[in-house]
């Protein structure tokens, strides 16, 4: 399978939010060429917060930063396993989003290891109570 690199999808600031039927409409999505059932938000990140707000939404930004790396051979492949040990991770704890500090890869003997960062990040209906909570 070969897998089509969205430019902006591992770029910083670029914020993934796993898909489900009880989203906000407002939001605007591409396909994530490296998660299935997550998708890359298009939305001005600028004005994000104050169209969430304005839906009846609120967004957390847990701090702490989340990395996760992994080794192989075709750049691609790699990240793609990095970015789903990343979306694993941020779903343990109850998240449904995370937002890319950098992506870094390196190079030592012919094997290549791709380290994503990123904050977990969640998106919920404003009357409900938090359940994203950071280790």
């Known amino acids: 399978m070969t897998v089509q690199f969205t430019k902006n999808s591992t770029e910083a ?67 793609g396993a990095a970015m789903r040990r990343l979306a694993t991770r941020v779903k343990s704890e109850n998240c449904n989003s995370f937002e890319i500090m950098h992506v870094t890869s390196r190079k030592f003997l012919g094997v290549l290891r791709v380290t994503v960062a990123a904050h977990a990040r969640h998106l919920q209906e404003a009357r409900g109570s938090s359940v994203c909570f950071g280790q």
């Open 13 to 79: 600031g670029s914020i993934h939010v796993e898909r489900s039927e009880v989203l906000p409409a407002f939001l605007q999505f591409d396909g994530d060429p490296f998660l299935k059932g997550w998708s890359v938000l298009r939305n001005v990140r600028s004005t994000l917060e104050a169209e969430t707000a304005k839906a009846g939404w609120i967004s957390f930004f847990m701090a702490g930063k989340i990395e996760k790396s992994s080794f192989g051979f075709n750049r691609q492949k790699t990240l």
